[in-house]
């Protein structure tokens, strides 16, 4: 009897310490192979099943045990981790907009947040409605019900709303991934659709990998085998995409200020690191050098940020102003390009008497077309006031169309009003009438464009065949720097990842500012900078180490 | 009686080791015939109890007692440098019989080039040695010719110590401990080869002059000594070090046993007689006022007085003299190919690559009390001899020195240690371990760090027992580990604190409550040292406690006064002493120059609180992010993996994964040429696999479930399965 009880136990001590395999499977396998386990243990006759855990971790004892200093401030330092690290877990929190974009928009978008902190992220981003209505200040202590549809609304760091959304908690492990997961249900427009996003990834979140909540799912014990093979072509797809994205990635939006800044940071990082391992062979470190670049650097991070926001452009849209003389096609441009009428055409010059608008949308951005009266001299008082208008919507506007007939070609009367409307806005020189203009004019209307200088761009069209419109619009997103953002396409997405990057490190630097003005050791600002360059190049931390001490021995004569 | 319990206890502890493939058919053959059957054996299963329990001589008693032989030990270990005593040492505390093989008692712990401990990184490594309880803190404490805090204002994770040392001191002292340790035997021999037994398990060495030693833990600690070739100018001989012959045969048997060796390079400049030097017109540099120790163990604390170096320059004469004989050099003559260390560069070097410098820094540092060697710090060659002492002579207050030593190159094997894990057990034969240079690094303290793991893990592996593997982020002593058996290497490995991502929690200062612990359960702590630890530690949290609870009024005193006008914060209506020392620039000293200090504090304690506090949010953010990464680095890969078959991986991830073979994800992802998508793709894989088997497992308990209640049903299936 004794021994029975014996084996028991040993049997227990085998299926805890050694064979995680079967407890390991969630709480549904746990019970049931436990229970058979203990019937086999104590009367089976042979059984071998039991194999143990590859050898290895019989030999080895892994210790990672943390500062006993510590303990108190960060609670449990990692004691079990020995019997934690089988399982699969995942450090970082992810989000991705789920339903597809691109295509017409769908009525109803999600955006989802799989990882520890998911519920931490939805928390900063999410207010209940039902919360602020009791209790203003307690919203920040959302206490998801898992599986329960709150109605609220998301909102930005500053506390503006973005969208009215429906958040649906998710917690571990009754979820897609087995991790606590949010899902907010957005308005399906892909412009609520990436603010809330990006809201997110302020809020802490990592963008997604293609196909990464997949891969989570698989590796914390959901779906079968036979789709891990699909996982495995995701993934192979996702590194010959991630090549793509790294190639495309050299030309496309920020790229060129994401080497330079991740160039900085190694540079200032080599100065720091060199004084910290060599100290007594090095000159001093300028100081005052080193805060100044890395100002420098959290100015070029912010306004990048700002001004190449297509949030806010894709927020507020753009205001596009049709000047011209009177009668070169402003208004049929406007009607074939918002494929209305709203403007009334007659042959008759100065038609248009007033400002008239049409919303048209490009590639997701909501555009606002002004026509105008064509300007010139006048003495009629009802059309004198529609020029003034004219001008004031000129001024105004974000971009500039100047519209000339390919028919007449440049008139001195252009080159007359182009210095009366001549401001830094982006303009764009339109060549109207292009159907019926007469071989060579378009030549001489070039020429005229390279002479002008004010044009970024030109493009020839047609009201009347709607020849040219799209040109128009490539031109437009071009002189915005959108042309690379088409819509849920590759560009867009490597994009956002550099925008994300830079959002990384404008946190980053911002502590580092702070310790900087606190006046921590110099130590302490190699963490903030190592952060940035990190969240700059998305490579590990061994590899910064490594490329800092090349560049170290590259820079300095160093060694006794 | 004593004898049979032992017995006993070795005996149910090999089959606990083994218990893979006893325990099942221990369990299941019929049970009336195990003959210890005693409820003994689930005691004796749990591990932890098992360790803390036994007296920690009395497992090796049957490998000592079955084996008289002077010949028999539990751990040999081949070398006796920096790497080798810390080594023995630790096995033979341990409980391990250990013999210490040189081929020089008269050189042990020898400092064959600078004379110094410590610096950036490698004090860290010093005060993790002796947090575990080594001696390499405890020797250069008492051996100390001078100590510099440096960094001192750059943070508390970069502030390191350094201490010159007397060379000859250091040896001596270090000879004193490993001849009074118990179980320790040291005795003279060439070791030129490795007995491997059957099993591709280490069974001891063959010495040249035919003896042979047997155990079943080898460590080698070679140095710079296998196959070692010492260069001056165009001149070469085989040695280990200038005057000591080198270690030959020992290269070509491991290379039989299928090991990959190759070639590394270092250099130690040349020495000259400090009488023979005008020191009047050049910087001195002094020690620190107040001494500050590597050893956490206070019996260590004896201060001394201090010896001066110097500092002088290579002048414009220095550069043209090296620039006219650069061919006479091994480097730009092109006769010697291994790889010299980047931050360990000759003069020539420098003064090549950094055309632009006028002038290079070079340190005079003396090499002991007694002696009259000056170590020319900074000025390496390969120039021949007859250039050398004009060269010396070209630096101001050398100008009519006379020099004792030439500089010289010396060319070693090494074994590039992706052949370790990380226990620094080899992976092809069990038991053998390397340590030290032989591994690619250099420095007294990276061989120190090496082998007091190498020694603790041959101590246990003849004792039978699991390995120990610091993590990557528990130390640097890790991380140095991690680093060489995952990364290609390819000149000689020194720390820097830039190796490390982890370096704000791997402090000086808490280098005993990270490490002290593992020493204490490993047994190399002993009481008194354990005692001390304790109460060290109870102090530091009571003042933590004390400062957090005391509340100074602003109206009355000067420390808030003075706390405003040091930091130029303002200072808060009863704000508490904690808060105090969070403001820039208040250090603990200020609140006791108030009368609000704690004086029974050691001065370490009072920097260990100081430390802990004003830098609270930075620690806490790091040791959290630490501990959210932690989980999936440290997921353990099977040995048997075949990488090879893995068709999702990289053709490189494949190849490095197959020569590396690592231990963890972590490790894996550290390996060179291993993508992000290439660890993606592991994890799809070990999963899958864990999938299968888990269904292989279901279907057969599932079957003897099954069995078992109606045993008719499996004769039937086997039937039908032979039909």
Redesign the interface.
């Known amino acids: 009897m004794?021994?029975?009880?014996?084996?028991r136990?040993?049997?227990v001590?085998?299926l805890r310490q050694?064979t995680p395999?079967?407890t390991r499977?969630g709480r549904i396998s746990r019970p049931i192979?436990k229970n058979?386990?203990f019937?086999?243990?104590s009367?089976?006759?042979?059984?071998?099943?039991?194999?143990?855990r590859?050898?290895?971790?019989?030999?080895?004892?892994?210790?990672?045990?943390?500062?006993?200093?510590?303990v108190?401030?960060?609670g449990k330092?990692?004691d079990d981790?020995f019997d934690?690290?089988?399982?699969?877990?995942?450090?970082?929190t992810i989000v991705a907009i789920v339903t597809p974009i691109g295509g017409p928009p769908g009525a109803v978008g999600i955006v989802r947040l799989s990882g520890?902190k998911a519920v931490e992220v939805a928390r900063r981003v999410f207010r209940s409605a039902k919360k602020t209505k009791k209790k203003e200040s307690d919203s920040d202590t959302w206490r998801p019900k898992s599986h329960f549809v709150e109605y609220g609304v998301v909102v930005d760091s500053n506390g503006n709303v973005v969208d009215e959304v429906l958040a649906v908690p998710m917690l571990a492990p009754r979820s897609y991934t087995r991790e606590d997961v949010v899902e907010l249900q957005c308005h399906g427009s892909e412009v609520c659709l990436r603010r809330v996003l990006r809201t997110c990834v302020e809020a802490g979140a990592r963008l997604a990998e293609p196909g990464e909540f997949t891969?989570r799912a698989?590796?914390n014990?959901r779906l079968d085998?036979s789709q891990?093979e699909n996982?495995?072509k995701l993934?192979?797809a996702?590194?010959s995409a991630?090549a793509d994205a790294a190639l495309e990635g050299i030309q496309g939006g920020f790229s060129s200020l994401v080497k330079s800044l991740r160039a900085q940071c190694i540079e200032l990082l080599t100065e720091i690191?060199a004084?910290?391992?060599?100290?007594?062979?090095m000159p001093p470190l300028d100081i005052e050098s080193v805060i100044n670049k890395i100002t420098s650097m959290s100015q070029n991070v912010e306004s990048a940020l700002d001004t190449a926001n297509y949030d806010k452009l894709l927020q507020s849209g753009l205001q596009i102003a049709i000047v011209g003389r009177p009668n070169v096609g402003k208004s049929s441009l406007l009607n074939a390009w918002s494929k209305s009428e709203r403007a009334i055409v007659t042959e008759v010059a100065g038609t248009t008497r007033d400002v008239v608008e049409a919303n048209v949308t490009v590639r997701g951005v909501p555009i606002t077309l002004l026509d105008t009266a064509g300007i010139r001299e006048t003495n009629d008082i009802v059309e004198k006031i529609g020029v003034e208008r004219s001008e004031t919507a000129a001024k105004v506007a974000d971009v500039i169309i100047m519209a000339v007939s390919a028919v007449e070609g440049w008139t001195e009367e252009d080159t007359e009003l182009l210095r009366k409307i001549q401001s830094d806005k982006p303009m764009i020189l339109v060549m109207n009438k292009i159907d019926c203009a007469p071989p060579g004019s378009c030549d001489q209307l070039e020429d005229q464009r390279k002479k002008e200088e004010v044009f970024h761009k030109s493009v020839f069209t047609s009201a009347v065949t709607g020849q040219g419109i799209e040109e128009l619009e490539d031109a437009i997103l071009e002189i915005l720097g959108l042309d690379r953002v088409p819509t849920g396409g590759h560009q867009w997405t490597v994009n956002q990842r550099q925008c994300e990057q830079l959002v990384r490190t404008k946190e980053a630097l911002v502590r580092l500012r702070e310790a900087i003005e606190?006046?921590?050791?110099?130590?302490?600002w190699t963490?903030e900078l190592?952060e940035a360059a990190l969240s700059l190049a998305q490579i590990?931390?061994?590899d910064v180490?490594e490329e800092?001490?090349s560049s170290?021995?590259a820079k300095f004569?160093?060694?006794? | 009686m004593r004898a049979a319990a032992a017995a006993t206890a070795t005996v149910s502890l090999r089959h606990f080791r083994s218990f893979p493939t006893i325990v099942p058919s221990l369990l299941f053959s019929s049970s009336s015939s195990i003959p210890f059957h005693s409820p003994r054996l689930c005691v004796f299963l749990r591990p932890r109890q098992l360790f803390l329990n036994r007296p920690l001589a009395a497992s090796f008693s049957s490998s000592s007692s079955g084996a008289t032989s002077d010949s028999t030990y539990d751990v040999i270990v081949v070398g006796a440098g920096h790497a080798g005593c810390e080594a023995a040492l630790a096995s033979a505390r341990l409980g391990a019989s250990t013999l210490l093989l040189t081929l020089n008692l008269d050189r042990i712990a020898w400092q064959p080039c600078n004379p110094a401990v410590g610096g950036p990184a490698k004090s860290q490594l010093v005060h993790e040695v002796d947090a575990l309880g080594g001696d390499i803190g405890k020797v250069a404490d008492r051996c100390y010719l001078q100590k510099r805090i440096l960094n001192v204002s750059r943070g508390p994770a970069v502030r390191s110590l350094r201490a010159q040392t007397d060379k000859r001191e250091y040896a001596t002292e270090m000879k004193k401990i490993v001849d009074s340790t118990e179980n320790l035997c040291i005795r003279e021999a060439m070791v030129t080869d490795i007995i491997v037994g059957k099993n591709d398990n280490v069974k001891g060495v063959a010495t040249f002059f035919g003896m042979n030693f047997y155990a079943p833990s080898v460590i080698l600690t070679t140095g710079t000594f296998m196959s070692g070739k010492i260069w001056v100018g165009k001149k070469s001989m085989p040695a280990g070090r200038a005057g000591e012959s080198a270690s030959q045969g020992l290269t070509e048997n491991l290379q039989k046993l299928g090991f990959e060796t190759d070639r590394l390079k270092t250099g130690t400049p040349a020495r000259v007689d400090r009488r023979t030097i005008d020191f009047s017109n050049l910087e001195a540099q002094h020690g620190d006022e107040e001494v500050s120790w590597f050893s956490f163990d206070p019996d260590f604390h004896i201060e001394r007085e201090q010896m001066c170096c110097y500092l002088t320059r290579t002048t414009k004469i220095t550069h043209q003299l090296i620039r006219d004989n650069l061919h006479e050099t091994p480097t730009y003559g092109g006769w010697v190919e291994a790889k010299g260390p980047r931050y360990c560069p000759s003069i020539e070097d420098k003064i090549v690559r950094f055309k632009d410098k006028e002038s290079h820094q070079i340190f005079l540092e003396p090499e002991g009390r007694d002696v009259p060697e000056i170590y020319v710090q900074g000025f390496s060659t390969g120039l021949p001899e007859n250039l050398q002492l004009p060269l010396l002579r070209s630096l101001p207050g050398l100008e009519n020195c006379s020099m004792l030593r030439p500089a010289y190159a010396v060319e070693y094997d090494y074994l590039p240690a992706h052949q370790c894990s990380r226990s620094l057990m080899t992976k092809k034969i069990e038991g053998l371990f390397f340590s030290g240079q032989i591994n690619g690094t250099t420095g007294y303290e990276e061989a120190a760090a090496q082998g007091i793991i190498s020694g603790i893990n041959a101590a246990r592996h003849a004792d039978g027992k699991k390995h120990v593997v610091l993590e990557r982020e528990s130390s640097y002593i890790g991380t140095l580990i991690d680093d060489l058996v995952t990364k290609d290497l390819r000149e000689p490995y020194r720390m820097l604190t830039s190796r490390s991502e982890h370096r704000l929690l791997l402090r000086f200062d808490n280098a005993d409550s990270r490490l002290t612990p593992l020493g204490r359960e490993l047994g190399l702590i002993d009481d008194r040292r354990w005692k001390l630890y304790q109460e060290k530690q109870a102090r530091i949290s009571e003042e933590k406690k004390r400062l957090k609870t005391v509340k100074i009024s602003v109206a009355v005193g000067d420390l808030a006064a003075e706390v405003s006008s040091v930091s130029s914060q303002p200072v808060k209506e009863s704000a508490t002493l904690e808060s105090l020392l969070k403001k820039p620039h208040i250090h603990y000293k200020l609140l006791e120059k108030h009368g609000f200090g704690n004086e029974t504090l050691s001065r370490m304690e009072k920097d260990c609180v100081e430390i802990d506090i004003k830098y609270e949010g930075f620690i806490v953010r790091q040791q959290n992010q630490l501990q959210q990464m932690v989980h999936q680095q440290h997921r353990r890969l099977p040995d048997d993996l075949d990488y090879y078959s893995m068709t999702t991986l990289s053709h490189e991830g494949r190849e490095k994964l197959s020569k590396v073979r690592p231990e963890t994800i972590g490790q894996a992802s550290r390996v060179g040429g291993v993508s992000p998508a290439d660890i993606t793709a592991l994890l799809i894989t070990l999963e899958s696999n864990r999938r299968r088997t888990q269904d292989v497992k279901r279907g057969k308990i599932l079957e003897h479930a099954l069995a078992e209640s109606n045993p008719q049903w499996v004769e039937d299936r086997e039937h039908v399965v032979n039909e």
């Open positions: 004794v021994s029975l009880l014996c084996f136990s040993v049997g001590y085998l050694a395999i079967i499977g192979s058979l386990c019937v086999l243990f009367s089976s006759p042979k059984t071998s099943l039991l194999k143990p590859a050898q290895s971790s019989e030999n080895n004892s892994l210790v990672f045990k943390g500062d006993e200093r510590v108190g401030l960060v330092v990692v981790a934690k690290v089988d399982r699969f877990q995942s450090s970082s520890p891969l698989f590796l014990g085998l891990a996982v495995e993934i192979s996702k590194s991630a690191e004084r910290l391992d060599f100290e007594d062979e606190d006046e921590i050791p110099i130590d302490f963490i190592r590990s931390g061994q180490s800092v001490l170290i021995f004569c160093i060694g006794k």
